[in-house]
């Protein structure tokens, strides 16, 4: 089995950890080995998810409509509805 050493570990990220270990019956040693294979199990299956700027950008263009912009916002409006709450206040 493979040893590994962390240097460079600022104080108060060990202190998350050691609080983290605590709460779990863990060592520092084995909380670090079970957020890093955690953290490494959730990427493997985030891995084959598109992140919401792909999905926007895939998006982008694909509307395709014969009318005018003018004509798309004019059918808006026309579709919206008038509350007198709103021009009266709350």
Do not use: C, H
Not at 7 to 15: A, I, R
Not at 68 to 73: C, G, N, Q
């Amino acid at each position: 089995m493979a040893n590994l050493q962390i240097k460079g570990v600022k104080e108060d990220l060990y202190e998350e950890i050691k609080r983290l270990a605590a709460a779990e019956n863990r060592s520092v040693g084995q909380e670090m080995l079970f957020l890093v294979k955690e953290y490494l199990s959730r990427k493997g299956r985030m891995g084959n998810l598109k992140m919401p700027a792909q999905v926007l950008l895939e998006l982008a263009g694909s509307w395709e409509d014969d009318k005018t912009a003018e004509e798309i916002v004019a059918e808006i409006r026309s579709a919206r509805k008038n509350s007198r709450k709103l021009s009266e206040g709350f």
